[in-house]
């Protein structure tokens, strides 16, 4: 595994933490859908997950999830399954996976690739309805923010 | 698993209720337009279908209010616009000092026609929407400027035609040389377009019934277009529909009018063959 050191231009410039981000085009997937490694270098926070996952412009993961923990965010989809107590079903680098590339666990899944940048048909400028401006896309989150969904996504246990 | 799953939709189901006044769909409903005009709501997938044994109309997944104003003309708010078709119809216009009344008498000659559209058009060598033969009348015949897809006169002359047919079962041609183009619109159908990579399948053949957010999800027909749509009270053309759809799946969309809609519209359409025309639908 050799993570594409993008932090080191913000170590350079003397931008705060020195950890090192993997880019979409590196990340590693193993057999099954997993990925080992923090995409971020550093480790996820819960409630900035949570915020992610229920906001519209971010993860907007519970258009197609209910949760039951967040019966506060109203409208939750019925699209995907019901995320109570995924931590039990799958480890932290099984859903990293999934939510960086969940095609890579489940072939052909209707689940947006939040981790990834390139290979769409007719890429778009975000909900403009226009060409995209730049190529590769940024990833629909960044790193730490899958981070911090993974993190979130981990403390949904039932047992 | 299985268990819990159940309890929060049905759980999540009910603070949707909460949050929407209660206001769930009466799926099982049929639709009589002012006591008399018996539409078909529901109905067995035509033969080319292969992924669904039913085809349900939209108006099956709204609410018990927006399914209401539909069933008399004089709750329907589109029919305000149809009233204003119809003084597009009447109105002389363009270099040959001709109305669409000069050629065609009353809208009613033009019954059934909603019903076949898409088709092929043999003099023009292509596949023809509505739009395109009513800009053909306006450049060709009275002399006229061809009207934009979404200008308001083509939509409100769309809508007039269109309930001409209403209660009729759509009955679009998908074989002879109207076929290629059929092709082209189902393999848009079924591409993952856009940053999210969605299909239209996806979303209205995989998940129709299914609630997307706060959306519950048709499989959407175009048997009741142009629709009126209570989030922008106006009617709304089918490309314009497309367009919206495209473009929430993070893509570049396609231009109303363009040959890709067309093509997508024929294949659309002809996937609610056996509905009746419906328009002009209300939804949301």
Same mark, same amino acid.
């Given at each position: 595994?050799?993570?594409?050191?993008?932090?080191?231009?913000?170590?350079?410039?003397?931008? +705060?933490?020195?950890?090192?981000?993997? *880019?979409?085009?590196?990340? %590693?997937?193993?057999?099954? !859908?997993? =990925? &080992?490694?923090?995409?971020?270098?550093?480790?996820?926070?819960?409630?900035?997950?949570?915020?992610?996952?229920?906001?519209?412009?971010?993860?907007?993961?519970?258009?197609?999830?209910?949760?039951?923990?967040?019966?506060?965010?109203?409208?939750?989809?019925?699209? +995907?399954?019901?995320?109570?107590?995924? *931590?039990?079903?799958?480890? %932290?680098?099984?859903?990293? !996976?999934? =939510? &960086?590339?969940?095609?890579?666990?489940?072939?052909?899944?209707?689940?947006?690739?939040?981790?990834?940048?390139?290979?769409?048909?007719?890429?778009?400028?975000?909900?403009?309805?226009?060409?995209?401006?730049?190529?590769?896309?940024?990833?629909?989150?960044?790193?730490?923010?899958?981070?911090?969904?993974? *993190?979130?996504?981990?403390?949904?246990?039932?047992? | 698993?299985?268990?819990?799953?159940?309890?929060?939709?049905?759980?999540?189901?009910?603070?949707?209720?909460?949050?929407?006044?209660?206001?769930?769909?009466?799926?099982?409903?049929?639709?009589?337009?002012?006591?008399?005009?018996?539409?078909?709501?529901?109905?067995?997938?035509?033969?080319?279908?292969?992924?669904?044994?039913?085809?349900?109309?939209?108006?099956?997944?709204?609410?018990?209010?927006?399914?209401?104003?539909?069933?008399?003309?004089?709750?329907?708010?589109?029919?305000?616009?149809?009233?204003?078709?119809?003084?597009?119809?009447?109105?002389?216009?363009?270099?040959?000092?001709?109305?669409?009344?000069?050629?065609?008498?009353?809208?009613?000659?033009?019954?059934?026609?909603?019903?076949?559209?898409?088709?092929?058009?043999?003099?023009?060598?292509?596949?023809?929407?509505?739009?395109?033969?009513?800009?053909?009348?306006?450049?060709?015949?009275?002399?006229?400027?061809?009207?934009?897809?979404?200008?308001?006169?083509?939509?409100?002359?769309?809508?007039?035609?269109?309930?001409?047919?209403?209660?009729?079962?759509?009955?679009?041609?998908?074989?002879?040389?109207?076929?290629?183009?059929?092709?082209?619109?189902?393999?848009?159908?079924?591409?993952?377009?856009?940053?999210?990579?969605?299909?239209?399948?996806?979303?209205?053949?995989?998940?129709?019934?299914?609630?997307?957010?706060?959306?519950?999800?048709?499989?959407?027909?175009?048997?009741?277009?142009?629709?009126?749509?209570?989030?922008?009270?106006?009617?709304?053309?089918?490309?314009?529909?497309?367009?919206?759809?495209?473009?929430?799946?993070?893509?570049?969309?396609?231009?109303?009018?363009?040959?890709?809609?067309?093509?997508?519209?024929?294949?659309?359409?002809?996937?609610?063959?056996?509905?009746?025309?419906?328009?002009?639908?209300?939804?949301?």
């Amino acid at each position: 595994m050799k993570p594409t050191l993008i932090g080191v231009t913000c170590l350079m410039l003397g931008a +705060g933490a020195a950890v090192a981000e993997t *880019a979409p085009q590196a990340v %590693e997937y193993d057999e099954y !859908g997993a =990925v &080992a490694a923090s995409l971020s270098g550093a480790a996820g926070d819960p409630v900035e997950g949570r915020v992610v996952v229920s906001t519209k412009s971010m993860g907007n993961c519970v258009s197609c999830h209910a949760i039951s923990e967040m019966s506060d965010v109203p409208f939750h989809g019925e699209v +995907g399954p019901v995320l109570d107590g995924v *931590a039990d079903r799958w480890n %932290e680098a099984e859903l990293r !996976g999934i =939510v &960086a590339n969940a095609k890579m666990t489940y072939d052909g899944t209707i689940m947006p690739s939040f981790y990834k940048d390139t290979g769409y048909v007719r890429p778009g400028d975000a909900y403009t309805g226009k060409a995209a401006k730049v190529a590769p896309l940024p990833p629909l989150l960044t790193a730490q923010q899958v981070e911090d969904v993974v *993190a979130y996504l981990m403390t949904l246990k039932e047992e | 698993m299985k268990l819990t799953s159940l309890k929060v939709v049905a759980s999540s189901a009910l603070a949707l209720a909460l949050a929407t006044g209660g206001a769930q769909a009466d799926q099982e409903a049929d639709l009589i337009i002012n006591g008399d005009t018996e539409i078909t709501v529901r109905t067995a997938a035509p033969a080319h279908l292969e992924n669904l044994s039913e085809i349900l109309s939209g108006w099956t997944f709204r609410t018990d209010e927006t399914q209401a104003l539909q069933m008399d003309d004089f709750d329907n708010p589109g029919m305000i616009f149809v009233d204003q078709g119809l003084d597009v119809w009447n109105t002389v216009e363009g270099s040959a000092d001709k109305s669409c009344a000069s050629c065609h008498d009353g809208p009613e000659s033009l019954k059934g026609l909603r019903a076949e559209l898409p088709k092929w058009n043999e003099d023009a060598g292509k596949v023809y929407t509505m739009e395109m033969y009513i800009n053909d009348c306006r450049t060709e015949r009275m002399g006229a400027e061809a009207y934009g897809w979404s200008d308001k006169n083509m939509v409100n002359l769309t809508a007039l035609i269109s309930v001409q047919s209403r209660g009729m079962p759509v009955n679009v041609a998908i074989d002879g040389p109207a076929q290629s183009t059929w092709e082209q619109g189902k393999e848009m159908y079924y591409t993952r377009y856009g940053q999210l990579e969605l299909s239209c399948a996806n979303c209205h053949e995989d998940n129709y019934d299914n609630y997307i957010r706060a959306d519950h999800l048709s499989q959407g027909q175009i048997n009741g277009f142009p629709t009126y749509r209570l989030k922008n009270a106006k009617l709304n053309s089918t490309h314009d529909r497309f367009k919206g759809c495209v473009r929430d799946t993070r893509a570049e969309t396609f231009k109303p009018g363009s040959d890709e809609f067309v093509a997508l519209e024929l294949y659309v359409a002809s996937r609610g063959n056996g509905l009746s025309v419906e328009a002009p639908a209300v939804r949301n």
